[in-house]
């Protein structure tokens, strides 16, 4: 089975930092696309940043210029580098990953979430 765990979430003040991580065990098998997304109480879930197997990257505009997003394809980890927070992203955040299998004539695509880290940005 597949499982994505996330690590890095805690309390930080604001104008402070964390790291995300996100590690895929159980697979043998490469991720086309990962990301992180996030869900504040009351709020519906929306994307924090994606980035594809050949690097390209895109952000939520709410994080655009603050959060970076990495991977490391051969460990099938991804990063979230979070500077400048806010008390507005505090939430929990998900890491996700996508996998396209390809056959003759189809193609599918299998979608896996992690559990989610709880990230609280104080003042």
């Known amino acids: 089975q597949v499982q994505l765990v996330e690590s890095g979430g805690g309390l930080v003040q604001a104008g402070g930092s964390l790291r995300l991580s996100c590690a895929a065990s159980?697979?043998?098998?490469?991720?086309?696309?990962m990301g992180w997304y996030r869900q504040a109480p009351g709020k519906q879930r929306e994307l924090v940043a994606a980035?594809?197997?050949?690097?390209?990257?895109n952000y939520g505009d709410s994080v655009k210029g603050r959060f970076t997003i990495s991977r490391d394809n051969a460990n099938n980890t991804v990063y979230l580098q979070m500077n400048s927070l806010k008390p507005e992203d505090t939430a929990v955040y998900y890491c996700?990953?996508?996998?396209?299998?390809?056959?003759?004539?189809?193609?599918?695509?299998?979608?896996?979430w992690g559990q989610g880290t709880q990230v609280t940005v104080s003042s």
């Open positions: 159980g697979s043998i098998f490469s991720f086309n696309d």
């Open positions: 996700n990953a996508v996998r396209v299998v390809a056959a003759p004539g189809r193609e599918m695509k299998a979608i896996y």
């Open positions: 980035i594809t197997s050949d690097g390209s990257t």
